[in-house]
């Protein structure tokens, strides 16, 4: 009888925890898996080609870091790192045979090679005393151009005829 209205109900969890409503935890829970598998399907699609399964999730998560990049020097340092990824797939398309897909890719590629372009103006334009982001982006272009062109080689002669002329063209743009 009395006893048992005396002692209180212990509740039950962790008790650092017991402020946190359940839905919150659930809520926490969730967005860790989420988290989780989307960091995991992002990993995944960091070798894909076009035609691949995963590479619209390689697409979409560059243009989701542009839009998290706010500095101009920034975004063209991205815009240099899309620009390997395009000439990786350049070489990956044409060693697989997959030449379908190869003119669409160097179109890309040059697009990228563009908007370095664009924004190094931009750059200058704001910094006109100050020219050491621009010489940074310079050295990583330079950087990617040697180690690009030997890739871009190599793509060019296992690619049919007909489609090494998109390669020439972004070989050429290129340097």
């Known amino acids: 009888g009395i006893r048992s209205k005396d002692r209180q109900p212990q509740p039950k969890g962790i008790p650092a925890l017991r402020w946190i409503p359940r839905w919150a935890a659930l809520a926490a829970c969730l967005a860790l898996v989420f988290v989780f598998v989307s960091g995991g399907t ?7 080609v076009p035609g691949d399964a995963l590479y619209s999730v390689k697409t979409t998560t560059e243009q989701i870091q542009l839009k998290l990049t706010f500095s101009k020097a920034a975004k063209a340092k991205l815009q240099a790192r899309f620009a390997e990824r395009r000439v990786w797939e350049l070489a990956r398309l044409a060693e697989r045979g ?15 090679l563009a908007k370095i372009e664009r924004l190094a103006a931009e750059i200058e334009a704001a910094d006109a005393g100050d020219g050491e982001r621009i010489s940074e982006l310079r050295e990583i272009l330079h950087a990617n151009m040697v180690r690009d062109l030997a890739l871009l080689d190599s793509a060019e002669a296992k690619a049919p005829w007909r489609y090494r002329s998109a390669i020439a063209t972004a070989k050429f743009r290129l340097m």
């Open 98 to 112: 997959r030449t379908a897909k190869l003119a669409a890719l160097a179109t890309r590629f040059e697009a990228h």
């Open 42 to 48: 992002v990993a995944a699609s960091s070798n894909t």
